[in-house]
């Protein structure tokens, strides 16, 4: 009897050990200490409990040889999937490294994408395979484990990102790229614990090369992720801005025009504006799709980084994108995907799997093509949402700058860019403004937003702001001019100087 308590007790021993550290990583991350490597810990501790597992079946098994036929398939599949998880995820992927706020390489190859959890189902396959050796009700219970995990697991993914953690979709074309890879933070697919001593050489978690693997990402920024993983959302606006208030006509919309003394006071209301979006999409959908466009917008995002939001954004449910890109390299000063990581990415804790910027090694066309795959994906997985009525992506908040001739992402006056009307994202070679070669949203993906914010800065765009607002609809509208959510709502974010000749 005794036996039989001490059993059943090693079998499950692991399980609340895989809770809380599934639960709780950041505690872990604490435990073990800066110079250490969380997830190898945690390997070396999984063995230890996997041993303490192996002895208690043992010590209630009844080994005969040769085993029966069943036995074979069963085990050789079963190990088969549970060496391929850990040869294509590495020991960190494998042992809850995206739980404490490593980046994993996206993988498409079998059995991902083909078999849910392969790593379960492995374990749960071996395991079947001992029934001739070892009383069913020991098996029982370390099955019983796995599923509490796999629920574990499916809540967490659940809250977080919809269906991503069941449909397992993988983005397939964005997560290759070695170089400026974007790509969604993968969940955990694996679980710690197999019933195997058939190992792939671990494969050596070498921070400097996932950093480069993933945007460029600063170690703080890579390592922050895990602080926010339940980080409270506390949003609450310490500050006051000096605004007027109206609601006008641009283009065939109606847009919430503010008009702030100062830029300061604007950069201090957009904030709070933001603030306020994230903590009601967080809530909402457990995810917060952001989409920025480069210039001038990114200095007047200064104060998210600031006290009191640079603590209360649940910076972890953050999905960023670049509403258009010149196709330069990441560490060009044309990039907007470096203005925004230098002004405001680098100085909060987004996970860099949530940070999408493009493929910087493609042509314009094939970039193009690349970040509408990935929106694809990600659409698919209910990371963004769609707009059922237009099958364009809606995000839930654009942050959108306006060039001095009207322009808006890079959709130009009188280009023919602007009535694209089929593509998500499309590729300019000959952009008025240098650089040339960029990739951008069309207006059917911008115009299904959920929310819209159009900062404009200075004395410098009043021209254009005077001839955006109002209900001029004919056919040389400018394409600030074209910016009219249909679901949505959009605010326009001005400052004195820009709003002068109004
Ligand atoms: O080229 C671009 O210009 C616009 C406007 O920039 P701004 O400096 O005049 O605010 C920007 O919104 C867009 O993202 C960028 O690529």
Known sequence: MMSCVLASIGVLVPFPFYYWLWTYPSIWVSLVGKGRDPAKVMA???????????ISLYSVSSISW???????????????LNFRVYQLLGESGTYYGVRFGKNIPWVTEFPFGYISDPQYVGSIMSLLACLSWVPFQYIFLWVLGYMFMIKTNLIEQFTSQGEYFLSHVYLSSMTHHLVGVSQVQPSPRT?????SSVRSPPSSFNLSLVRKLFCGITPSSFSANFLTLNTENRTKSSFKSKSSMAEVPVGKAKADLQIFDTEEDLSVSLAKYTAELSEKFTKERGAFTVVVSGGSLIKSLRKLVESPYVDSIDWAKWHVFWVDERVVPKDHDDSNYKLAYDGFLSKVPVPPGQVYAINDALSAEGAADDYETCLKQLVKIKVVDLLPASGFPKFDLMLLGMGPDGHVASLFPGHPLVNENKRWVTYIKDSPKPPPERITFTFPVINSAAKIAMVVVGAGKSDVVRRAVGSDTGSDMLPVQMVSPADGATTWFLDKDAASKL
């Not at 040769?66 to 088969?80: A, R, T, V, Y």
């Open 66 to 80: 040769p085993p029966p036929l069943f036995f074979w398939p069963l085990f050789l599949f079963g190990q088969f």
């Open 44 to 54: 070396q501790v999984s063995h230890l409990l996997k041993l303490i597992q192996f």
């Open 191 to 195: 679980f710690p614990s197999r019933l």
